[in-house]
């Protein structure tokens, strides 16, 4: 079954596996708990790309300006999420997150886990490409705003 993930998709054969320096094995769910896997391939830091190897398509996620890590990841989320699957990844998570200079700083591959903080400790970071549990992931809409309800309640009456 092909996974529709759009325009980019190519047999496995047609893409040179030098530009791949990782692979990287998730899977995907759908709204009634299927899990299927899917393969992220990742380039290196210096060019950020990722591919998804999805039913044996490998489509190559890409734009037309530079993008990080985490640009990318929300490229292929979308697509899938257009098929009706969540990413079972660390960077689907609803409390996952990076600030600017942490994404800056690893190109988009890490983030936080945010709230709750614990107090006096500094937050967990995460490869955002790492395995998650189907049970913790969300859309990119949900996860927004998850994100935006906790910058709300940690600062209330910011946002007029």
């Known amino acids: 079954m092909n996974s529709g993930l759009g325009e980019g998709s190519t047999s496995d054969s047609s893409i040179s596996p030098a530009i791949w320096i990782e692979e990287v094995g998730l899977r995907t769910v759908d709204p009634d708990g299927s899990l299927r896997p899917v393969v992220l391939r990742v380039g290196p830091s210096s060019d950020a790309r990722i591919a998804v190897l999805d039913d044996g398509v490998l489509t190559e996620i ?24 969540l990413l079972c990844c660390q960077g689907a998570r609803p409390d996952v997150h990076p600030s600017g200079q942490l994404r800056q700083f690893s190109n988009g591959r890490q983030a936080y886990v ?9 937050p967990e970071i995460v490869d955002i490409f790492a395995p998650a549990e189907p049970g913790d992931v969300v859309g990119l809409e949900d996860q927004r705003a998850a994100v935006i309800r906790a910058w709300d309640s940690r600062h209330p009456g910011s946002r007029t």
């Open 62 to 85: 890409s734009g037309t300006d530079y993008l990080d890590y985490l640009d990318y990841l929300a490229q292929a989320r979308r697509q899938l999420e257009r098929d009706g699957r």
């Open 114 to 122: 945010r709230f709750p903080d614990l107090q006096g400790e500094p």
